[in-house]
Each structure stands twice: as structure tokens, then as C-alpha cells.
């Protein structure tokens, strides 16, 4: 894989000199051009052997482009905050927004072959970090993101030379490798784990360039004419317009019948029981969210639901078990301008709780499969994919400690006619509806489809659904607090057994 | 001050559920409203006695309101994120937008409160605090947001009985107090110094709340009627629309000669003078920023000048002489959606370096008063006020050791006409010239003044302005990272003074 870049690649200084200026130029158009469309962003992944050039030639892309349109992040140690979350955390809040590049530094690939060299740990889990990188990166380019990946490379001679050079250089000399690279064995069980790396994740979304990293010159002018390229490629290739994709694909069942038909929606609870189990539930939350394992853990309720299904009822009985301190609550509506400039799943990640601490979604993720879907808002290609990529964001909050429970609140037809009528009589509720709900309801079907479809695809073992009968407010409101107790218990169980498992093999 | 909230006051239950649903539903009701005009952020502060309901009135009116609403944030320990960057920092990253509410316990006061009461600082650092928290208020204020401040109350001897009651309840028994509150002692500095700081931070558009605490029935009535009576003040408040105001007023200059006359714009280097004088400071400057010292600052480069005047070549120049991972440019353009919704300096607050960084921020804060001024895009009484707003903005960045360059690179009209012809020929830079920069041309003398109005009002001490010769572009760069690199030398050797100093003082 490296071969080709361990021959003697150079270019003189006059054909260097010759080619740079026009260079320099059409990445200088290329780049505003992508200011001006504001289509994609461009995240570029620097990686490589030490002392390859990796510095030096961003250093001089940024001269030879317009550097306040580049962002240079650099991922060393992570911050306290960084810590408390899932690993992924600090690169989806250094994301570049549309119409901006970003250099990584020190990104995934980095960490995982450190980890992997320094012998933290061994294949299996090189290669779950593979298969996340590799997930990533579809997602970021599903969503439009373009997407360099640079491998400046060094033969074993050709390092130790360059190392002894910057050694001498006073410039340099203060530098330290994260690794240390003097060992002639570290070379070897990093290009041995790079290979590996590079192998499985060179995608025709986002391959990888190997760059041969001895020469100045040719390594500047390869890393150049592979922005260059890429840029315009990029540039000219049409939008696709969701607008104009064809009608949504739909899945009809066989027999229309659907999972939400298996809910009996007479189930109730009458005043007194409610009240008793209530109080006794929140009590229950309460003890368990001040209980010392919820250290190890963050909570993440998710609700969504038909349209006056009793929603916000439910998160205010909630929220009234805790102290206000202990929880966040971020309201779901129309994504703003600097969300719209990201990923779809951006303006999830930064809101996501911090270990100990516990945030509810009032509507969430599964705004894409739901409303997205059932009013175009995204193109089918979009929503058919987020099942997946939601699944994935799912894997990585629960393998973080992460609980995560999900309700979909349902009622029937005629009870939330009832109820938006009863709304718009009400003063302080009427604000509660408006003209989007009555249109709303006149797709109920399309919205039953959704979330048959829904449930089916994204309801898994580490993050399941809980479909709770609403017609009777007082029903929804004890089940949805018991199923967060009942998964905090489970959680704690869960930890609690690895603790003694751990503890087991130490003695 | 607190006499008044040390009487005995109660109000029996039936008085209180007769009284609580018709609060609720108004407090709804203008919490919708305010949801629905966006035009102010609500900011309520929590202080006061351990044990005197803080906690539990926060608790009752997330459950009266709608919490979806309501931001409640802590401030507890820094995290060092925060602990990198200016003590303020970590409030304006959790300001809550334009139509919704925030809680802040653990706020400025509490600090302040603490940092005396424990003993860590005297009454001079103290009445600094009480005077950054009038400043920062006062500018929430103008701008639009409505701060609400309430202090909780108990006697002694009825704090005595509430934490006695908190530590017989096991639901309680875990709250550790960050202030040894069962030391009488505690309790009556805590008085002293809290009567100190609510008497000199009382005013007239953020006043001081002070609640009897000890019934729970008063205090809950108390807030709400105090919350509900200021909402529905500033609701009905009518906006000022900016673009209502009448022009500008303006502060001619007897005779008309101005600051910039004195600027010498013929000086000028030679190519040859030039090279050799970049490439001194562009390695000076690359020293200086690897210079141990380093650490304990970070570094601000401000960039304004007239269109075309080189702020981009000149940025170039700065950055070529850094590894990109060490700087950031932030480019300031019209605001964002979110950035709108927060006070004018938001934005600037969270692109701030953390120690031994760097930031470019090419335009700035300082576009308040030129292009806003000058546009009437906000109104005289807004721009009037930034003045002071951005020096104490300033002295809060060089307090916490963040140094600040700012440079305004002047060209005159010939010059100006040269180059915006000369851009509109070039393929590459024909991006870099708009029709905005035209009609910017025609308010040339607009500019001229607003810029000398700068000047005098924000060239501090701390925080000077260069104006730089700028019809020479290879005179300006070299100017410019010379200036820098004094400011760099100039910090690092007050820093080595004061290190000398405390040395001595030890021995």
C-alpha cells in the first residue's frame, strides 16, 4: 500500500516554481466558489508518519488560500467536558458549517492507531474504531460533505534522516511525538496498523491519499491537485433538489395492520390509583437519579406522538420528580440557520447530557423519519438512510453510558379531536394549536405508516421503543415514569455486575 | 435591608389555592407570549440563605410554568474549558435566547459571595466583582433582556430549624452546603456581605428581590406575582424600532481635521527591506508565541480598516509565520439566526481563545460602531453605548491575560479607487469586491469621522489602537507583526515583573 510512496517522488524547483501560481489560483476561485454556494463543507484528515510534512504543507495550503475561510483543529488531550460525553462529541462540535473547510488534526484515524501501537488494545477494538470512522464518513457524506483523507508517508530510512534533521533544527527541536517514533519498532507496528486502517476505510466516498511525504515539492503539489480536483468536481456537480425526487417510496403492509393496532387504548387508571402510583413512581425516579451509579450513566428521554397525545403532560410530571438542576429540557422545532449549515444529527449532539446529568427531547431525531418524510422535507434517499445513521447515534450514546428510552405517545382519532377542541376553548392552551395541527391530522395515516416503519427499524436491544396507550392521560404519564425507572434499574444492574466481574478478576 | 423578610410571613393554605390557578394560567400565558414575540430573553437570578426555599421555588414554578421554557443552569465548579478563558465566559455561553428564560443559580453573586465570606479576598476584590455585575447587567439591559434578582431570606435561628429539618429528612440529608452553614459565623458574614452587594446592585432596570423564605406558601406567592407582574410589564412594552429613531447624531470636530490626518501615508519599504524585515518579525513573532510565557496568555488580533486597505494580505502575513494549528481567524459577517437572538457581543464571547491561543478576528466588535453606526442598523442609543461596553468587554479579556492588538489600516481615496479597479480584473479576486464596497466608498467621510470617534473612545491603556499606513501594503504588514511582537515582549515582561515580585515576597 505505502510502496509507490517510498520511491524517490521529487520535483525540481523550476517546475515547481512554474506549475504553483496558476495552483494557488483555481484553489483560491475553487475555494470562494464554495463560500458562495454555501452547498457543502470540506473536512480534511491529516495523517501520516511523523515528520512526513503533515505541518508544513497546511501550513502552506493556508498561505496559498484564503485561510479565514479554513479552520486548523487540532484533537490533543480531551477537556473535561470532551471526557464526560461520547468520544465522537468533540469532532461534531468542530465540524466546519457548509461552505467552509476543515483540517483535522489528531481525528479519529490518529487515535485509533495510537491506542493500537501503544498495545491499549488489540485488533477487535482497532476494528469496531474502523467500522465507526467508516460509518461517520458515510453519514458526512450522505449529507454532502466532501471529504479529503491524506497519508503522508515515509520509508523507515527516509523518517530517521528527517527526524535527526529537525532535531538539529532549533525551530523543531521542542517538538515531541505523541509517539515515539525513534523506536524502529513503533515505525513498524504503525505502518503495519496503517495499512490496516487504510485499507478498510478507503471508500469511493472518501478514499485515501497516500502522499509521499520526502520531497517539499511534490508532496505540496500532490496534496494541491488532489484539493484542486476534488474542489472542482465537487463544485460542478448539480444539487440534488429533494423537491424534485419523486414521491416517497412506501412500504405498505400486507394486511394494514399495524403495530399501533396492538395498543389497547382503553387502558386506564381512575384518580386515586393514579395519584398512589404516580407518587410513588416520581419517589422512584427521584431515589434512583441521586442514586451514586448514575454517576457512570447520563439519561436521554426521547418523546414523540401523535399531536395532543399529552406530550408536554407527561414531561412536566417528569421533570416535577427532580430538582430543576438535574435535567434539561430542549424543545424539538424548525432547525436555524448555523443547524441547517450541518449534519442532520449536529443539532442533537449539541445538546446531549454530560455524565450524571439527564436531558429530555421534546420531539427529537425522529423528526427525519416522521414529519421530514411525510412532508418532503428531506428526500427519501435522506430519510431512508437516517434509520441507520440514527441507530448508529443510539450505539454510540448507550456504549458511552448513555440510557437511553424512547415513547411514542398514542392516541386515537377521535380523542384528539376532543382534545383540539377543548384546546382552542382554553385560553393559556390555545397557543398549544395551531393551523400545522389540523393539517396534521388530515395525514394521520401517512403519520401511522411512519411510525409502523419507524418502530420496526429503530427499535433495538440498547435503545427500544415504548409505545404507550394515551387516551387516558393518567395511564401515559405513570408507564412512561416507570419505563425510565425500570431502564435506570436495569442499567445499574448492568453496571453493577461488570463492577463485580471486574472485581472477580482481580483477586 | 433584610428586616422585612425576617417578620413573621405566612399565608394560610386556603388563601394560596384560591390564589394559584389564576397566577399559573397568566404566568402561562405571558410565557407564551413571550415565546411567541422573541424580542427579549428573561434572566433570573437565585441568592441568598441556605435552606430558604431556593431549590423548592425553582422546583414549584417549572411545574406552574412550561419547563420546555425554562433553561436552570449551575454554575458549579469550573470546567477547564472555562477555566482557560475570562471568568464571564462561562455565563454568556449559557445565556438563553430571545423568548426563552434562564435560572442561574450558583451566579456572579454567589461567587463573589463565597469567594468574601470564605475569607479568599477582601472588600476591595469584592466591590470589583459588584461593579463587573453592574456592568454586565446594565448591558443585558440595554439589551432588551429582563433580569429578575431574588434573594431568599431566613433569620438565623429560622435557618437553624429549616437545616435541622433538611438533615433529619433522608430525601435531603445528602446536600452538602458549599458554605459551612451551621457556623453562626457563616451566617452573619454571609448577611454582611450580602447586604453590601444587594445594596450597591439594586437598580432601577435590575432590581433586588428580597424573599421571605422561611413559609413556603409566601414565598412561592411572592415570586410569582413578582414574575408575573414583570413579564406583563415587558410585554406590553412597546419595541423600539432602530430604524424609528431619528438620525444619528453626530459629534463634528471643530476643524474637521481628524486623526487619520495624521497619519504619514507616503512611508513606505522597499522590496528589498521589506523581505528582510518580514521574514525578522515573522520569526520573531514565532518565537514569542512558543515562548513558555505564552502559557499564561492568549493572544487577540483585531482587524478593521477601510475596504481594500490589505486586512487580508496583512492576516496572511501574520498567520504564514505560525503553524496553523496554533491560530484561528474568525471573519465576522452579518450575524447569525442564534446570534441575533443574544446580546451584541455574544458572538465575539464565543470565538474567545483559550490560554496560549491565538484569534484573528478579521472585522469585529468594533463594527457597532462603524458599519452599524453608520447604516442604521441599530439605533444611536445602541451604538453610543458600546463604547464603554467594549472597553470593559476589553479589560475583562486583559484581566484574564488574553492580550489585545487592534489595528486600523487606513488608505486614502486615490488608493482605494486603484485597487477596487484593479480587483475587478483579476479572475480571483473579482469575488473580493461587491457592490456594498462601492456605496461604502460614498460614505467615505462617514467612516472617516466614525473612525476618529473610535479612537478617542476605545484607545486604552490596556487595549490600544495602531493606526496603520496602509497605501504602502508592504510597510503596513511589517508594521503590523512588529506591533504585535511588542505587545507580545511588553506582556511577558509585566508577567516576568510580577513573578519577580511574588518571588521576593516569598523569600
Given amino acids: 500500500m505505502f510502496e509507490s510512496a517510498e520511491i524517490d517522488h521529487a520535483i525540481d524547483k523550476d517546475t515547481y516554481d512554474a506549475e504553483v501560481p496558476a495552483l494557488r489560483e483555481a484553489l483560491l476561485e475553487a475555494q470562494f466558489e464554495l463560500q458562495q454556494q454555501r452547498r457543502f463543507p470540506v473536512i480534511i484528515l491529516i495523517n501520516g508518519i511523523e515528520g512526513a510534512g503533515k505541518g508544513e504543507t497546511i501550513k502552506l495550503l493556508n498561505e496559498w488560500m484564503d485561510p479565514r475561510l479554513i479552520e486548523v483543529r487540532t484533537f490533543d488531550q480531551q477537556t473535561d467536558e470532551e471526557l464526560a460525553r461520547p468520544p465522537a462529541w468533540r469532532y461534531w462540535r468542530m465540524l466546519p458549517a457548509k461552505g467552509r473547510m476543515g483540517i483535522f488534526f489528531g481525528n479519529w484515524y490518529s487515535q485509533m492507531l495510537q491506542g493500537r501501537v501503544h498495545g491499549e488494545f488489540k485488533d477487535p477494538r482497532l476494528d469496531q474504531a474502523i467500522n465507526a470512522a467508516e460509518r461517520l464518513e458515510k453519514m458526512l457524506c450522505d449529507e454532502g460533505a466532501l471529504i479529503f483523507k491524506f497519508w503522508f508517508h515515509l520509508s523507515k530510512k527516509q523518517m530517521k534522516a528527517r527526524l535527526k534533521s529537525l532535531a538539529d533544527d532549533p525551530l523543531h527541536s521542542w517538538r515531541i511525538s505523541p509517539l515515539d517514533w525513534q523506536q524502529s519498532q513503533t515505525y513498524d507496528r504503525f505502518v503495519k496498523y496503517g495499512e490496516r486502517v487504510l485499507r478498510r476505510t478507503s471508500r469511493v466516498y472518501a478514499p485515501w491519499h497516500v502522499i509521499a511525504g520526502a520531497d517539499a ?209 382554553i385560553p393559556f392552551k390555545r397557543f398549544k394549536i395551531t393551523d400545522d395541527d389540523w393539517r396534521n391530522r388530515d395525514k394521520w395515516d401517512d403519520y401511522r405508516a411512519a411510525v409502523g416503519d419507524m418502530v420496526d427499524r429503530t427499535s433495538t436491544e440498547i435503545a427500544p421503543w415504548t409505545l404507550v396507550e394515551a387516551n387516558d392521560k393518567r395511564w401515559a404519564r405513570v408507564k412512561v415514569l416507570r419505563t425510565i425507572n425500570r431502564a435506570l434499574e436495569e442499567a445499574f444492574e448492568k453496571s453493577d455486575r461488570h463492577e463485580s466481574k471486574k472485581h472477580k478478576e482481580k483477586d
Fill in 217 to 425: 515539492h511534490y508532496r505540496s503539489l500532490a496534496v494541491g491537485r488532489i484539493l484542486l480536483a476534488g474542489l472542482q468536481g465537487a463544485l460542478t456537480r448539480p444539487t440534488i433538489h429533494p423537491e424534485k425526487v419523486s414521491a416517497a417510496p412506501v412500504f405498505p403492509s400486507v394486511d394494514q395492520v399495524n403495530l399501533l393496532d396492538s395498543l389497547d387504548l382503553t387502558l386506564q387508571l381512575d384518580k386515586d390509583d393514579y395519584e398512589e402510583q404516580l407518587i410513588t413512581e416520581q419517589a422512584r425516579f427521584s431515589g434512583l437519579m441521586r442514586d451514586k451509579r448514575m454517576r457512570r450513566h447520563a439519561l436521554v428521554a426521547v418523546f414523540e406522538g401523535n399531536d395532543a397525545a399529552g406530550k408536554g403532560g407527561a414531561i412536566r410530571r417528569v421533570a416535577a420528580a427532580l430538582d430543576p438542576r438535574q435535567y434539561n429540557i430542549v424543545p424539538i422545532a424548525a432547525p436555524t440557520e448555523e443547524e441547517r449549515a450541518q449534519p442532520y444529527l449536529w443539532r442533537f449532539w449539541r445538546h446531549l447530557p454530560a455524565r450524571g446529568k439527564f436531558t429530555v427531547f421534546d420531539r427529537s431525531w425522529y423528526g427525519r423519519v416522521l414529519v421530514e418524510r411525510i412532508e418532503g422535507f428531506c428526500s427519501p434517499a435522506d430519510w431512508l438512510r437516517a434509520y441507520s445513521e440514527i441507530n448508529d447515534f443510539e450505539e454510540q450514546l448507550t456504549d458511552a453510558g448513555v440510557i437511553v428510552v424512547k415513547f411514542w405517545l398514542s392516541i386515537d382519532k377521535q380523542t384528539q379531536l376532543e382534545r383540539f377542541e377543548a384546546r382552542e376553548k
